[in-house]
């Protein structure tokens, strides 16, 4: 069973058609859009008429590297996701344009993800991914490489969970799913999963480091630590914006939960089945918002944590 | 790996195959955006948009089948959805006891489930319809002529293009690999810890990276030698016949019919 879920888990972040209310679907297609035009211009100025080959072939790179998958135990094997890896070699807006082409062609060649989800897509398998996992990289810009290399483990590590809260609060927020099963369940399956993405994402920027030193350098001249703060607004605004879009009884009375707790007096306005609560997870609306939240603000503490102990001066550093 | 080892276009003469690719990306985006607008419990629709579905199959003279088994991509999607079972409010149907834990799936959650999954089956389906007729320049084409950013689309019918090769290229990196991972028989070692494995592939992708920008540079540099400006052109005009537009009109007003008789439907019960 555990072994399907692992196999599983890495399809799960390319949500089908039909999952995922029309308004999020909408909003998430905006962001993306957004981030996209932004993308696209600066990678054009960084690149000029390059731009084209660069990325097309980058991002049949992306496809063709998570092929290579790795035994793990029992049967199962991993592989690579790339998004941070992508971010990190290509500097983020190449490797938007990148993740979102991979995106595009895996729905539209092997329906793995759908066409009206695809911005939400792009949201959960490239923006914020990518962000994350080269915001914690770019923490550690002038250190020394095992530095780096950490920094990125730890980038790869977060992106991947990141993706999955991601994901999953968008699922729940559809009413797709149940919250306060499927946010702990994804997250913690792709905690283990990220430790392979993590491993994976050091090894070959070692291999990088070492094979073409100079390309690192140069990514690394592009400005960065606000990078961070850009993925987690766009997480961060994903998550607090899509229950109030969302149209599903389920969203309607996860903010009715909400205002119910707002106004401390009021009772929540609905009651669940008295049998089915479920000990440990929560019982209330009130109990989702705040697992949303607290997932999100977990992930936010982990990074800034990270960029403090990355960011303190370390004379004893070898510099292996 | 050849050329079309990843192409999911299977060549017929029929009818749809021949309609215009921006009507049939159009068609399907339309079609797709209505399922995923049926309420739940919209058994008729649901019903009505498969036989549609299974209509344009035969129209296209394929064999269902393929669909049906390409489908299937949906399924570990169930995994997500299965949850929504136990948190609607409703009847319940049944309840387990599981140590600490009830669980109750209720009638309510029950239809929200089953409809969760019929959509999105049927929203793949319409997906897997169209690479299946259109071959996939056409799709990029099509995509161009409806303002999607050019950029994108040169971007994506790039990587396409170079798909089986950076693949072909990762197989020989895999076969490298196991060439050179002797085993003994039996004993089911893969040699070196999980730790070194993940290493092992780390060091495959940062070749495969180094491999894939010598490469681009190549592509770019052949492209320069023959004229690029900047710009994919193209000699294909894609020009809409009257039959274009009576087929699409038509495909349109059956997927609003659909959406009507499924929302009468719902009222009537």
Known sequence: MLAFISLVA????????????????????????????????????????????????????????????????GGTSGHLIGAALAFIVLGPWLGLLVMTAVIALQALLFQDGGLIVMGANILVMGLVPGFVGYGVYR???????????????????????????VTALLLAFSGTANLDIVVPVMV???????????LVTVAALTFIMRSRPALLDESAATAGGRWVLAGLGIALLVVLFAPYASPSPDGLEWVAGQQGF???????????????????????????????LVGVLVVTAVILLVGRLLKRPQRSQSGA | ??????????????????????????????????????????????????????WLTRLAWLPYRVVWKRSLVIVPFLLAAVTVLVNVPGTAVFTWQIGPFTLAITDAGLVR????????????????????????????????????PAILVSIISFMYRYLFVLADEAQRLMRARQARSARLPGTGLHGGSLFWRAKVTGHMVGQLFSRSLER?????NAMLARGFQ?????????????????AGGTAVSIIVLIQLIARNDLHIY
């Open chain 2, 113 to 148: 489930f089953v409809s969760i999954l019929i959509r999105g089956w049927l929203a793949v389906q319409v997906a897997i319809l169209l690479t299946a007729v259109t071959p996939f320049p056409d799709l990029m084409h099509a995509l161009t002529h409806l303002r999607v």
């Open chain 2, 230 to 246: 900047g710009r994919m052109l193209t000699i294909n005009p894609h020009v809409m016949r009257r039959f274009d537009w009576l």
């Open chain 1, 188 to 198: 913690g399956v792709h905690m283990l999963i990220g430790m392979g993405e993590a």
């Open chain 2, 216 to 220: 681009s540079d190549r592509v770019y």
């Open chain 1, 139 to 165: 923490l550690a810009a002038n250190r020394s490489k095992s530095f780096k290399l950490a920094a990125a483990g730890v980038g790869a590590w977060l992106s991947i969970v990141a993706a999955a809260l």
């Open chain 2, 1 to 54: 790996m050849r050329a079309d080892t990843f192409d999911r276009y299977i060549r017929r003469e029929s009818l749809v195959h021949r309609l215009d690719p921006r009507l049939k990306v159009v068609v399907a985006l339309v079609f797709i955006l209505a399922t995923a607008l049926l309420p739940d419990g919209a058994w008729l629709g649901f019903a009505l948009s498969w036989l549609l579905i299974f």
């Open chain 1, 262 to 292: 707002l106004e401390t007096a009021l009772d929540a306005p609905y009651q669940f089945l008295p049998d089915y609560t479920i000990p440990g997870l929560g019982e209330t609306g009130l109990s989702t918002i705040v697992a949303g």
């Open chain 1, 10 to 73: 890495g399809i799960l972040l390319h949500i089908p058609d039909g999952f995922l209310s029309l308004v999020i679907s909408l909003l998430c297609w905006l962001a993306a859009v957004v981030m996209l035009a932004v993308a696209a211009r600066k990678a054009q100025v960084d690149y000029d008429e390059r731009l084209i080959p660069v990325a097309g072939v980058m991002a049949a790179f992306i496809f063709a590297a998570q092929m290579l998958n790795f035994p793990v135990a």
